[in-house]
């Protein structure tokens, strides 16, 4: 190995203590640190590029060098240029299909949830790892309507001359140092193209992220919207660790963002835990808690787990005031917290893409939509507990004889939802099956709910969907895989519901489920001897008997008269609480152990499975945190041609190391709309301005723009309008939050040249400021040359007022709830402008920045 | 077995000035008592020690929820344990809708405070509309009230009927009324009144603070307590409320020089 092979290896064992999931790397090409000619033309060259571009990168790379660094704006001397990677290249070829990406970098994105994503109502997807794209897609129809959604280098390939004319036009390279940086150094990012006319009316999406250390990502977008065009274009960037929570829905954010480790764990991110290993001097802690008897966990002691400390000796606390407390602090008896999800995207009908053939280089792809209602989840319960799929082409169900309603049932759904009856046939030992033949419905089913017993798990979306219809997958499941048990013992009796299964996944889903539904359920293993497998118990019990029977409608209370809700003596002490955000569990035992140079996470692959500590939540907040950096430097040129209207929207929840300096541009011409919605959530520092040039008679610009700055955080961000022409208009709304010491800055630009009669612009910016240990400047700058226009503009500082708390507090929120509603409240003019998905994401992160304070 | 509020030798400062010098009172759940009493009678400072406003300093004395003093908790714990004030100027607080806030705080208070049923309730959105529904259809408010911002822009008594709407959704032990009177026209005065009626009986005590006797009109009060400077001074039935509408309170102010 040489030394420079080694001190890549260094960094990246280095990162992975650090944060919760980088994935090992194992790059094609990955530069040497630092910028040179040599590297410039070296990405040039390994791209293929004609010789103009080659050129444009080196003439950038002059101007780069000979630019000093903005003498405005936030404290950059922190970077050092010679100490990042500018080009990493992760895969020799783009994938075609989802499923030809390499698995590593499949994972990744599928823990942002972006296949599923793609299932949805999306246009297009593309996704970016380190510096190249690696997949894009876009639906059929699009395509064939001329629209182009490419990665910028496929662009350039494809399109050189359209690329030719307007590359660097909007955004050069002499406008400032960064745009230079990422004209000579640009990979991957996107390119679209609307041709005349057409209306895109769903979102394009794409994803952007940074694995490596060190590592600089500087993608280049080009959006062209040709007359009367409509495009909205989104993008969600993330740096490791953030958005685990993503990946079905399971687990909470707070604990991922820091990148934890225990928290991750569930069967499908095997590779996570493998490579999180650290040499551990000091305390050590076992812990293990009520309702699930899978596992312990094995936690350092200065880990902080979300906890609420026990204040009555017996039976439960009256107070679930949550607290960080380092595991060795933890007594028998404090209550652990499994976070609940109660997040609900609920959509009446959904498309499946459903791969028909098998074997062909090119498999035929079907667009099927089902009706996602009450019925479907039925039978996926039914599908859970008696379903499975024969040679990929049978979808069977298997009854006992005497289960003749559900039969009927199954069969009616069948035909509701495939058109098609299935076969009936006798079976050994009153067996009673019902055959589909639908390559279709085996498939989809295969797809969605996996097959085989050990193998079936629910996809995020349907974790996410309404209560309401989780019921009837309940009520269904449980009729099929579940009993009721009434025994007497010695000490009285004992009543409870059960649901068996062997796949441990599908064994958490249901008690996730059930949690949305206020219904606690524990979790009981059988280990068994290879080559049985682990069976897994679901127990509802105690105080949650009648809530389960109501759903299941099984009278508890024998016969029909007494079928009140009597729950015996015992039944009534519930040894759990359920509160909008979590359960919460007493910890049965807990053990400490002082050990030396102890590798933690050490995982033999036996142990894997069997080792999942996930489940309640743990913060790594204490650890030493980020000594290297990383730089995002995106361009981002739009080009709104007359009559046409394109909305770039983007969340951002970078992690606290990387400097986020980016540059945003759009030309509205005659008539043309320019929306920019802006969100920035975490990194080191941002300055990012997204910036309308209303060049055209009648163009409108509006920028919406969202800061939050926590812990030792710069977000300097705004907006620019520049008119240009008359009769233009624009508006400028900026929400920014501090706290914990961060700072925000609203910098804004509006300019109106001479001649631009009938201009209208508002200008808005909001701040507030949550602690007397943060900051937050205003900064508009206004160069008015024109008598005959209207501007308007306000800004205000804010602090939380103490009435508002005490009201909401008035209300039994604490007062980290009243706070994030207060943020929510103080933003929402820019959320509700947001997709769905995009605000719940954002306020699921603003409640976590509100929450996540450790201390 | 019905419970008590109790308050008993309460001491209060406010920015340093003392502002109830001494205060009992005892309300059992069915009960409705009012206090009345002059401008600066420390009528407000009442309700907020009671739901625990931190700008308040308890100097002496014990709130008594049945049995437990619950000084030592903070706003949102005496909401759990089923106290609740219907505010005399409630804040807004924009970009909030009252449906989201409503449903948090039922949340809070109901499913994880001191709801007595034993069964936790499901609160999906749509039980929670529904419930949230029929609350609105016996305060003759629309529905659509749910969808705009909490007190934002709202008249003075739709905030009074906002707070009411609050109180029959959080169905509290015991409720302070702080003014709720002021700042209403006789219609709305009526159908708050009628509101609060309605969510009056044997599991809810009410304290009613006013500085006219208006709304006793609507309300019948089963004590009658008049307070001044930091005190009750004189407790009595209805007929002590009409006597102070006719005669104001300077025959009291005399009556207690004389003693």
């Known amino acids: 190995m040489n030394k420079n092979q080694q001190g890549i290896l260094q960094i990246n064992a280095d990162y992975a203590t650090k944060y919760g999931f980088n994935v090992p790397e194992n790059y094609v090409f990955k530069s040497r640190k630092g910028l040179s000619r040599e590297i410039v033309e070296k990405i040039s060259e390994m791209k293929n590029e004609p010789k103009w571009m080659t050129d444009f990168r080196l003439r950038s790379l002059d101007i780069f060098m000979k630019k000093s660094m903005p003498k405005w704006g936030a404290n950059l001397d922190t970077i050092n240029f010679d100490d990042i990677y500018y080009y990493l290249k992760p895969t020799e070829e783009k994938a075609k299909s989802w499923e030809d990406l390499p698995e590593e970098i499949k994972n990744t994105f599928d823990r942002l949830g972006i296949p599923e994503a793609e299932r949805k109502f999306l246009g297009g997807v593309g996704a970016q790892y380190e510096s190249e794209n690696l997949y894009h897609s876009i639906r059929e129809d699009l395509a064939k309507k001329g629209v182009i959604f490419l990665g910028m280098d496929d662009g350039l390939k494809e399109y050189p001359e359209i690329v030719k004319k307007y590359f660097g036009t909007i955004v050069p390279p002499e406008d400032n140092k960064f745009a230079a940086l990422n004209s000579a150094v640009w990979s991957g990012g996107s390119f679209v193209l609307v041709p005349k006319g057409v209306k895109v009316d769903v979102p394009l999406q794409a994803y952007f992220r940074i694995n490596a250390a060190n590592m600089g990502q500087f993608e280049r977008t080009l959006i062209i919207a040709e007359e009367n065009s409509f495009v909205h274009y989104t993008e969600g960037c993330f740096t490791k660790g953030t958005p685990i929570k993503t990946i079905s829905g399971l687990k909470n954010i707070e604990d991922i963002k820091e990148g934890d480790i225990v928290l991750t764990h569930t069967n499908s991110y095997k590779k996570v835990y493998k490579i999180q290993k650290r040499k551990h001097d000091g305390v050590m802690c076992t812990i293990n808690y009520f309702g699930d008897t899978r596992h312990e966990i094995k936690i350092t002691g200065d880990h902080p787990i979300l906890s609420v400390r026990r204040t009555k000796t017996e039976y439960k606390n009256n107070e679930w005031e949550t607290e960080w407390v380092e595991s060795k602090n933890l007594e028998k008896g404090d209550y652990v917290a499994i976070p609940i999800d109660r997040t609900i995207i609920s959509q009446d009908g959904r498309f499946f893409s459903v791969k028909l053939s098998r074997g062909r280089h090119t498999p035929k792809v079907i667009e099927f939509k089902i009706d996602t209602d009450k019925d479907f989840f039925r039978l996926v319960g039914y599908y859970m507990a008696e379903g499975s799929i024969i040679k990929e082409n049978y979808l069977t169900f298997t009854f006992n004889k005497n289960e003749k309603a559900f039969i009927e049932d199954v069969k009616e759904l069948l035909e509701k939802f495939f058109g098609k009856a299935p076969l009936e046939n006798e079976e050994y030992k009153n067996g009673i099956s019902l055959v589909l033949c639908s390559t279709l419905a085996a498939r989809l089913f295969k797809q969605e709910f996996g097959s085989g017993a050990k193998n079936k798990s629910l996809p995020k979306w349907f974790m996410l969907e309404a209560p309401e219809k989780q019921v009837e997958f309940i009520k269904a499941y449980w009729r099929g895989d579940g009993s009721f048990i009434n025994k007497k013992y010695s000490w009285g009796k004992k009543r409870m519901f059960r649901i068996n299964t062997i796949s441990e996944v599908l064994a958490e889903q249901t008690r996730d489920l059930l949690l949305r539904l206020n219904i606690f359920a524990s979790i009981n293993v059988w280990n068994k001897k290879e080559p049985r497998s682990n069976s897994f118990a679901i127990y509802i019990g105690g105080s949650h008997l009648h809530n389960f029977a109501d759903i299941v409608s099984h009278n508890i209370n024998g016969s029909a008269n007494n079928a009140g809700k009597l729950l015996l003596k015992q039944e009534l002490m519930s040894y759990t609480q359920i509160t909008d955000k979590y359960a919460f569990v007493p910890i049965k035992d807990i053990k400490r152990e002082i050990v030396k140079n102890v590798e933690v996470y050490n995982f033999s692959v036996e142990d894997d499975e069997s080792y999942i500590a996930h489940g309640i939540a743990v913060h790594n907040c204490t650890a030493p945190v980020y000594t290297t950096d990383s730089l995002h430097s995106a361009v981002v040129e739009i080009i709104a041609l007359p009559g046409s209207r394109v909305r770039y929207t983007t969340i951002q929840n970078w992690s606290p190391n990387v400097y986020n300096l980016v540059t945003k541009r759009a030309y509205a011409y005659e008539n043309a709309t320019v929306e920019w919605v802006d969100c920035n959530i975490g990194s080191k520092i941002t300055s990012k301005y997204p910036s309308v040039f209303l060049v055209g008679k009648g163009a409108k610009g509006e920028i919406l723009s969202i800061a939050f700055a926590g812990k030792g955080q710069h977000q300097d961000a705004g907006g620019k309008a520049v008119h240009l022409a008359p009769n233009t208009q624009s508006t400028i709304t900026s929400k920014s939050i501090s706290k914990d010491g961060g700072r925000t800055t609203y910098r804004g630009l509006l300019k109106v040249y001479p001649g631009c009669k009938n201009v209208k612009s508002n200008v808005r910016c909001d701040a507030l400021i949550l602690d007397d240990k943060s900051a937050s400047d205003t900064i508009p700058y206004m160069e008015i040359n024109e008598k005959d226009v209207s501007i308007g503009h306000e800004a205000s500082v804010g602090k939380i007022s103490d009435e508002q708390l005490f009201y909401l507090m008035s209300r039994g929120l604490n007062e980290a709830e009243a706070m994030a509603m207060i943020v929510r409240g103080f933003i929402e003019p820019i959320s509700k402008e947001l997709p769905m998905e995009f605000a719940l994401e954002l306020n699921r992160l603003i409640e976590l920045e509100m929450e996540g304070s450790v201390g | ?259």
Not at chain 2, 20 to 36: D, S
Not at chain 2, 125 to 130: I, W
Not at chain 2, 219 to 231: E, S
Request: glycine fraction near 8%.
């Open chain 2, 1 to 259: 077995m019905s419970e008590s509020l109790e308050i008993k030798d309460l001491h209060v400062k406010v920015e340093g000035k003392e502002i109830l010098k001494g205060l009992n009172i005892k309300i059992k759940q069915g009960e409705i008592h009012a206090i009345m009493g002059p401008n600066g009678s420390g009528k407000s400072t009442l309700a907020n020690t009671l739901m625990g406003h931190p700008i308040y300093d308890v100097e002496r004395g014990q709130i008594l929820l049945n049995k437990e003093d619950v000084l030592q908790y903070k706003a949102n714990e005496r909401a759990k344990k089923g106290l609740f004030l219907a505010f005399q100027y409630p804040t807004a607080v924009p970009g909030v809708t009252m449906f989201n806030f409503l449903r948090t705080a039922y949340n809070a208070v109901k499913v994880n405070g001191h709801a007595k049923d034993k069964k936790q309730e499901l609160t999906s959105v749509l039980q929670f509309s529904k419930l949230l529904n029929e609350k609105l259809k016996m305060l003759k408010m629309d529905e659509s009230f749910v969808k705009r911002y909490v007190n934002d822009g709202f008249s003075g008594g739709e905030k009074k009927r906002s707070e009411i709407l609050q109180m029959a959704l959080l169905e509290p032990k015991f409720a302070v009324l702080d003014e709720t009177d002021s700042g209403l026209d006789v219609d709305a005065l009526r159908i708050v009144s009628e509101g609060i009626n309605k969510l009056s009986g044997p599991n809810l005590g009410v304290l009613i603070i006013t500085h006219y006797q208006r709304i006793l009109r609507y309300i019948k009060p089963d004590h009658v307590h008049v307070m001044i400077d930091g005190k009750i001074v004189k407790s009595g039935g209805h007929d002590l409320a009409e006597k102070l509408e006719e005669e104001g309170y300077d025959w009291i102010i005399k009556e207690i020089k004389n003693e």
